[in-house]
């Protein structure tokens, strides 16, 4: 399935209050209260959740001496989940990403009509169908629980040795390795509610894009954006395309919904420089902003092009938006020859461009900028996107006074996550994606960048939430769980030869909101430790607890 455009800058303030409105009173009495409403909902997820139920069932209920979590219908769980969802009122936070009023993703929408499933969420009462056509998409829980509000009366948090013996037997599976770590917290306290080895540090592949985004986020802002500019030297009349870090720069004609276009950059260029009679050019491109190598230490590699200040479509070699594929060696050069290309197609001729630096008296003539980084980082975190992660890493450490290289980035990073208070004992940053296997971080410190993200001090860090993948619908997950938690689970995932990781957030049988980190090293079968992270996430949905 290919992944809708992100649009997280369009907000949906109006759908947040009336869900608000509504969801309010429910949270009293959550599953009697909300079963009439979710009953469309409930029918579709049904058969997932009753082989979630069945495939976690032996390490939930044959726990001894442990108290046996109650046995809790799957409607109750549905309504559970689907209740502690996106109650956050415009007063706390504004809604981000592609969410309709209760946190569904547009995507849910494209892949239940792709599959022709019925049911759903009716998405404000306009979902866009007709009686020929498919229903509106079967609902995932919303992305958040109401966070610290007076009407949240979901049940306590599960209990650690209940936890423990539904988590314990799963992650020693041998599928994981001689070396893995857990936690799982409870984001609205905080409270730390299972550790194995959480506070060891191992290699996180790409969960490390969690601590990215919170560090450039927390740096920059939510509504900072990255700005492509064509300037004018007045005496020379030397044309400089002067990159801005912006990674989703595009040349292609649909900008994907937002994007910053090379086209309307080119085309307004090429209107300022008519006005001022100059027809012909010397075209040159700056890409000063990044230092140091461009080269990422795993050398060329088809997940990721040279780091540069100045790219187009990411450097991809074809029509593709997200995953591997060969990439050009010279970014900065391309994106300037398309350019030059498209100046030509509105009368401007131009030299064969080569590198330079705008001075402080060029005129800027025209410029284009990124959506919000809001956007950024959930298209980098849903797509685990490593060009833009490497460009925030980047983006961190200009912002900081760090010098803009993978050193200098790592640093910015550290940097960052320290003023939020984060425990960083073992943390080690390389890069900003992950690829360095000499990254480390230990799951106490993921959980803890999830919990910071939902912390309602802290409404410029949701997008880390927002931008998940989600579980059977979305990014690097869309395929997995379908026959499991689908839509419950939101996790970011790591994969390098040897290690697999899954990192995120979910909503317990109990309506609890609780954040997780499971890391493993020394795997020898990627698909199997895979699926028993994957069984593991489905485990922690399934279980009551308490």
Same mark, same amino acid.
């Given at each position: ?11 949906? #303030?109006?759908?947040?209050?009336? &869900? ?23 029918? !579709? ?10 495939? *976690?069932?032996?390490?939930?209920? @044959? ?55 019925? @049911? ?7 979902? %866009? ?11 995932? !829980? ?6 610290? @509000? ?45 550790? !194995?080895?959480?506070?060891? !540090? ?5 969960? =490390?894009?969690?601590? =990215? ?9 939510? $509504? ?18 002067? %990159?801005?870090?912006?990674? =989703? ?62 790219? +187009?479509?990411?450097?991809? =070699? ?17 994106? /300037?020859?398309? &350019? ?36 950024? *980082? ?25 010098? +803009? $290289?993978?050193? %200098? ?19 080690? &940053? ?44 979305? @990014?690097?997950?869309?395929? #997995? ?9 939101? +996790? ?6 040897? *290690? ?23 795997? /020898? ?8 992270? $994957? ?8 279980? %009551?607890?308490?």
């Amino acid at each position: 399935m290919v992944v809708p455009e992100l649009r997280p800058w369009r907000t949906a #303030r109006p759908h947040v209050v009336r &869900f608000a409105n509504a969801v309010r009173p429910r949270l009293a009495r959550a599953a009697d209260a909300v079963r009439p409403g979710l009953t469309r909902a409930t029918d !579709a997820v049904r058969p997932y959740l009753a082989r979630t139920v069945a495939a *976690v069932k032996p390490q939930v209920t @044959g726990l001894a001496r442990i108290p046996r979590p109650k046995v809790v219908k799957t409607w109750q769980y549905t309504a559970g989940a689907a209740t502690a969802g996106l109650a956050l009122a415009a007063t706390v936070a504004t809604a981000a990403g592609p969410w309709d009023s209760t946190g569904q993703r547009t995507a849910e929408r494209d892949r239940a009509a792709a599959l022709e499933q019925p @049911g759903g969420t009716d998405h404000g009462g306009d979902s %866009g169908t007709t009686d020929s056509a498919p229903h509106p998409a079967p609902s995932a !829980a919303s992305v958040l629980v109401g966070l610290g @509000g007076a009407g949240n009366s979901v049940k306590s948090a599960p209990i650690g040795t209940a936890l423990a013996g539904v988590l314990d037997p799963l992650l020693g599976t041998p599928a994981l390795g001689a070396h893995h770590t857990a936690a799982v917290v409870d984001v609205t306290t905080g409270k730390r509610l299972y550790d !194995a080895g959480a506070g060891t !540090a191992l290699t996180p592949a790409s969960t =490390t894009k969690i601590a =990215t985004a919170v560090a450039a986020l927390s740096a920059l802002g939510a $509504d900072h954006r990255l700005t492509t500019r064509a300037a004018l030297e007045p005496d020379t009349k030397e044309l400089v395309l002067v %990159g801005g870090g912006d990674p =989703t720069l595009t040349a292609r004609t649909d900008d994907g919904g937002g994007w910053a276009s090379l086209r309307e950059l080119a085309g307004e260029t090429a209107a300022a420089l008519k006005k001022r009679d100059i027809t012909t050019v010397t075209l040159s491109y700056d890409k000063t902003l990044y230092a140091g190598s461009e080269m990422h230490p795993i050398g060329v590699n088809d997940n990721l092009a040279p780091v540069s200040a100045l790219m +187009a479509d990411e450097a991809r =070699t074809d029509d593709s938006t997200s995953g591997p594929v060969a990439r050009v060696s010279d970014p900065a050069t391309e994106a /300037t020859r398309t &350019f030059a290309k498209l100046l030509s197609a509105h009368g401007i001729k131009t030299t064969s461009p080569g590198p330079s630096k705008a001075t402080g008296r060029a005129e800027n003539l025209a410029e284009v900028s990124s959506p919000p980084l809001s956007a950024l *980082v959930e298209r980098m975190l849903t797509n685990s996107d490593n060009d833009i992660a490497e460009a925030l890493a980047r983006q961190t450490a200009v912002a900081t006074g760090q010098r +803009a $290289d993978f050193a %200098g980035g790592g640093k910015a990073i550290s940097a960052q996550l320290k003023k939020l208070g984060l425990p960083l004992s073992g943390a080690d &940053f390389h890069d900003g994606s992950g690829l360095d296997r000499a990254d480390r971080l230990t799951a106490e410190v993921l959980t803890a960048l999830l919990v910071k993200a939902g912390a309602p001090a802290h409404p410029e860090l949701r997008p880390v939430l927002t931008g998940l993948p989600v579980a059977g619908f979305t @990014g690097t997950l869309t395929s #997995r769980y379908t026959d499991g938690a689908a839509g419950i689970v939101r +996790a970011k995932t790591g994969t390098l030869t040897g *290690v697999n990781a899954l990192a995120g957030t979910v909503v317990d049988q109990d309506g609890r909101l609780l954040a997780f980190a499971f890391l493993a090293s020394d795997t /020898t079968d990627s698909a199997a430790a895979q699926s028993a992270l $994957d069984r593991t996430a489905t485990a922690l949905a399934a279980c %009551g607890c308490g």
